[in-house]
């Protein structure tokens, strides 16, 4: 939406909004754009009533105001995006398309399966370590931080045949 400004001297300014405050105007704006229309429509056409044309105001405040919000979210998607693509270089972005291509494919329920595994196992690390299966999650979190922490704890290393492309069906 347009913005269109306007210069007034201080004591006009201060009028208008005394009559804002005492009037059912939302804002400056609304008064401003109100009596433009009235002024436009003075040439033969008839006025709005005043709560129609109250409501007009307030959606073209909102919509203002959506308009602003929007462009601050684009903004925001782009720094991200940005960020997202700075974390890699091109050329292994498209390497990694080429990557997936080749990896092999299983359906969704067999991944589920390797999860639930890999769950399965922390369970049991949980048991034999708290004797409490809840603390599967946090058995997770201490191997996270022994392997970043410890040089002798080491994650097995992950091969290709590690990875898989999910069928989605």
């Known amino acids: 939406m347009a913005h269109i400004g306007v210069s007034v001297s201080d004591d006009t300014k201060r009028k208008w909004a005394d009559y804002v405050e005492s009037s059912d105007h939302g804002s400056m704006s609304e008064l401003v754009r109100t009596a433009v229309r009235k002024e436009i429509?003075?040439?033969?056409?008839?006025?709005?009533?005043?709560?129609?044309?109250?409501?007009?105001?307030?959606?073209?405040?909102?919509?203002?105001?959506?308009?602003r919000q929007m462009e601050s979210l684009s903004e925001e998607f782009e720094d991200v995006s940005e960020a997202a693509t700075d974390q890699y270089p091109e050329h292994i972005v498209e390497l990694a398309d080429d990557v997936a291509a080749e990896l092999d494919e299983l359906p969704a329920d067999r991944f589920g399966d390797l999860r639930a595994k890999a769950k399965d196992e922390l369970r049991s690390l949980a048991i034999r370590v708290c004797d409490d299966p809840t603390k599967a999650g946090e058995v997770g979190e201490a191997l996270d931080y022994l392997s970043e922490n410890l040089s002798y704890i080491k994650t097995a290393p992950q091969g290709p045949s590690d990875y898989y492309r999910v069928r989605r069906d």
Do not use: C, K, Y
């Open 41 to 67: 429509r003075s040439d033969g056409g008839a006025d709005l009533p005043r709560e129609a044309e109250r409501r007009i105001n307030q959606i073209a405040e909102n919509q203002e105001r959506i308009t």
